[in-house]
């Protein structure tokens, strides 16, 4: 008789703690449907996406000691286009003798003007350090537009288009970035502005009430020349590349207008040589001024 009721007793025991079980049960899936939470962090979910995808580590690092949104899904999609577009192409493997030929001169002139370095590979989503001419007209390196270019200092007419000069023109861009900054809140804002324009960044801020780049709904040319710049900073940057160029510049005033091979024979170098690397002299007549030239031989 004992026994029987110990055992009854063991019974009611067991479905009291059940019971309790059960509505602490209850109140933790309430509060978990009203109350959801993060299951995984920003940090985690980069790097479970970016092991799926299977993207260089590119992905995890600042952009102008901004950090990249990875998390985003817009964000992981168009930086993996990119990204798969110049690593298949090997586009900058292509570019290694470029590369090593100008950025130990260009690069510098971005640290002289006290901005970000980074922002320097924008000149790689834009011509890929060569002297394109693009169906608009821009220009040179950094593709100025005739307009912009005299804005920034640069000397366009018939017989001087220093658009072409990557060391004028890539001065003229570190310049049209630092003036920038005034305007925006993040410097890959200021990206956004070389590529569509400082007023047309503006209104679409003001319209859209965000200043935030990966939440403003762009047109695809600027969104993509964001990606590739931080597609190519990152992919240049871990090349194994010389840092010293075979290349030179020097500044000159000319006091009064001087054929090409005089300053060719200046510079100790043959007058197909000069020409081939300052194309920004139209003609062999290099007219006077006040300021210096800068010639590359």
Known sequence: MFNVFKINKRIKSTQV??????????????FLIIFPVKIQSKRSYTKRTQTFFQISEFTKTEF???PIPFYRPNVQSGLKSE???????????????????WVPILLPIFKSYDIPEDLFYAV?????????????GAKGFWQFMETTGKQYGLQIDSLIDERLNPVKSTQSAARFFKDSKMYFSSWVMVLASYNMG????KKLILKQQTEDFFKLKLNSETRTFIYKI???????TSMNVSNRTKIKTQSIQIKKDTEAQIIANKLKVNIETFTALNPWILTN???????????IY
């Open 17 to 30: 703690i059940v019971k309790w079980y059960i509505v602490f049960f209850l109140l933790g899936l309430f």
């Open 64 to 66: 102008c000691s901004e």
């Open 83 to 101: 990204y798969l577009k110049i690593n298949t192409h090997n586009a900058c493997l292509a570019l290694k003798p470029s590369i090593e030929k």
């Open 124 to 136: 790689f989503a834009e011509s890929q350090l060569t002297n394109t001419i693009s169906p608009a």
């Open 198 to 201: 400082i007023e047309g960044v």
């Open 230 to 236: 931080i597609v190519y900073k990152e992919m240049v």
């Open 285 to 295: 007549l290099i007219p006077a001024r006040a300021k210096p030239y800068d010639f």
